[in-house]
Every structure is written in C-alpha cells, then in structure tokens.
C-alpha cells in the first residue's frame, strides 16, 4: 500500500512539473508558440478579457502557470509582469503582453542596448494599464531638476531606465559616468527618502495618492507607459550593433504564422472597440454632403432602395465611438433618417 501510494503521489507531481513553465521546456515545445502573459494584477484581468474576445481559449488549472489553448498549438504561460520582456528577449518565450515600462527598463537595462531593441519588436499598444515613470524626491526638493540629483541616491525598481536617465545627465553636467548611485529595491519604493535610503526614487504613477502620503512631489516624468504586445525576433544580443544569429529556441513558420494570427485578430479587436457602425438612409440630393461629413478611411457601403423610397439609399460606414452622437446628430442636420448604430465584436483591418 505504501509502494502505491507513493507511486502515485509521484504520479500526480510529474503531471504537475509537466505543465508547470521552466525555460528549460523550451526543447519539448518547439513547435508551440509560448505566450507570456501577467499572472496577476489589471493588466492581467485585461489580457485574460482580450484573449478571449480574439479566439484564444485556455483553461488555466488551479496553481499552475502554463494554460494550453484549445484549438491552437499556442500555450499560455504567466509570469510577472516585470519579467516577460527579459523572458522574451532571452528567447524562453516567443510573445508576451506587459507594460511598456518594463519593455523600456529590459532594453535599458541589457547588455547592448540597440540590439535589444532591434531582437525585441513592439506589435500593438493596448491602451490599458496607462501610468507614467517618474522621477520624484520629497517635497521640499520641489522645484528641482533632474539634474540636481546626479551624484545622489535613487532608489527604484526601474535600475535600467534610472541609470540610462542619470547617464545622459552625467554626460551633460560633466560628471563621471555612474557617480549616481542607484538601488533597487522591490517594493515600497515610496518609503526610501524617508528612511534615508535615497535622496529621490523612480516609481511607475498612476493616481497619486501614495507618492503624495509619502510627502513626495514628480520633478520630472521618464516616459508613459502602457499594456504593449510585442514578440522577439530571431537573434541574439552579441556584441555588435546587429543581432547575432540565433540559437536555442527556433521560431518556426508555423509560429511566426501564430504571431501574424495573434497580432491580426488584436489589432481588429482594438479597432472594433474604437469604432461603430453607422446605417442611415438618405435621398440622393443630400448623399453627397453626407458622405463627406462622415467621411472615413474606406468608403462608405451604398444601397440604392426601391419602391416607395426611390430615389433613396441605405448608407453604412464606421465613425469613431468618441463621436457618435456628434456623428448622428450632424446627419439628421443634413437629412438623413433612420440613424442606428451597432457595435462591432471584432474586424480586421
């Protein structure tokens, strides 16, 4: 009975490890495309919602951190936000979605910058998760400039970006490369000046709210940031100015067609969610000036009626959602009638 059960206890943990993400599974999976995304946080729960709503389907076992999709050979693996661009720029995944602040800190922070920046490419910005990477020290330094802090202590969980910052500056005041001495800490940033940890932090901001309880104040912003799908390209990092030819995990035409699928049908998605469709009838003395007004980038779709409308026609296009009842409001000024619009669930552009 003890041989058994422990056959099985072992049973069941190898299932387990099996569908648990490692980089060494690189070799088992060449021909499934590893899709990285959050395991946490908003910009997870906003991934996980686009996935969704462009066909890609993954039940995601409890406690596990790797997700098969059902009807292609893409799997899903979640890992922190802050490290899917590393993962990604190493080769272990092929794609992932994550803020393009950790995108920039990756790149920042990598051995040969201008190649890691050709080997990681951005496909889409998703609109989500925005907030700013800023520079700030407490409130009495307000009205202070970056400047003012070379040679200082800055503490962050932004190392790359920070000390490519300082670089510049260092640079331009005459000082020596690396006088700023940076340090990273992994959370409660906030609290560093007040420790004394450091004379000034870099953090991501969104509301406000901690920074200010802090007693800080933004002396500058570093760059806007947010959600960012991009993919690798073949390559790796070497020491010229251009990627060297890769190794490890190949990324084969059938993923490269993946990647292509992927960033198609989220392109569509983000459009569809900007823009609605717009039908309306019109006589033929007025189409003209309809047309025009609602004038987009493709022509409008025209129907002549017939009938007791003669002389009439049905007329559908697509206006941005921002500007609907602006759009709608203007066209009933011009004559048209029967104004709806629908929604769209997807396109493609």
């Not at 092929?94 to 050709?118: F, P």
């Not at 003012?148 to 920070?162: H, N, Q, S």
Request: hydrophobic share 40%; aromatic share 6%; with cysteine.
């Amino acid at each position: 009975l003890y041989d058994i059960c422990v056959s099985d206890a072992c049973s069941k943990s190898a299932k387990r490890m099996d569908r648990t993400f490692m980089p060494g599974d690189a070799d088992r999976d060449e021909n499934v495309l590893l899709f990285a995304v959050p395991k946490k946080g908003r910009l997870k729960d906003f991934t996980l919602q686009l996935l969704k709503a462009v066909g890609l389907n993954a039940d995601r076992p409890q406690r596990l951190d790797v997700a098969m999709c059902k009807e292609y050979p893409i799997k899903l693996v979640f890992l922190p936000s802050a490290d899917i661009a590393t993962y990604v720029l190493d080769g272990h995944v092929d794609i992932g979605i994550a803020g393009s602040d950790s995108y920039e800190e990756t790149v920042a922070g990598s051995s040969n910058r201008v190649v890691a920046r050709k080997l990681l490419e951005p496909l889409e910005e998703l609109g989500c998760a925005k907030c700013k990477v800023c520079l700030l020290a407490p409130a009495e330094s307000k009205g202070k400039s970056a400047k003012d802090f070379v040679g200082k202590r800055i503490a962050t969980t932004f190392p790359g970006l920070t000390r490519q910052l300082f670089e510049k500056l260092e640079r331009a005041e005459g000082s020596r490369v690396g006088a700023t001495i940076v340090r990273t800490i992994s959370g409660s940033v906030e609290a560093a000046c007040m420790l004394g940890i450091a004379d000034a932090i870099v953090i991501p901001v969104d509301t406000g709210l901690t920074y200010q309880a802090a007693g800080l104040e933004i002396v500058c912003e570093i760059m806007s940031s947010e959600g960012m799908l991009f993919r690798r390209v073949p390559g790796e990092l070497g020491s010229g100015e251009e990627p060297a030819p890769p190794h490890g995990r190949p990324l084969t035409e059938e993923k490269q067609q993946l990647i292509e699928m992927i960033f198609k049908r989220i392109q569509g998605y983000q459009s569809a969610m900007q823009h609605t469709t717009v039908q309306y009838n019109c006589h033929g003395d007025n189409i003209e000036k309809c047309v025009a007004f609602t004038a987009s980038r493709k022509p409008p779709a025209i129907t002549a009626l017939g009938g007791e409308r003669s002389g009439w026609s049905a007329i559908s296009t697509t206006v941005r959602k921002d500007q609907i009842h602006v759009t709608m409001d203007g066209l009933k000024s011009l004559g048209a009638e029967d104004i709806i619009s629908f929604d769209m669930a997807a396109a493609r552009c």
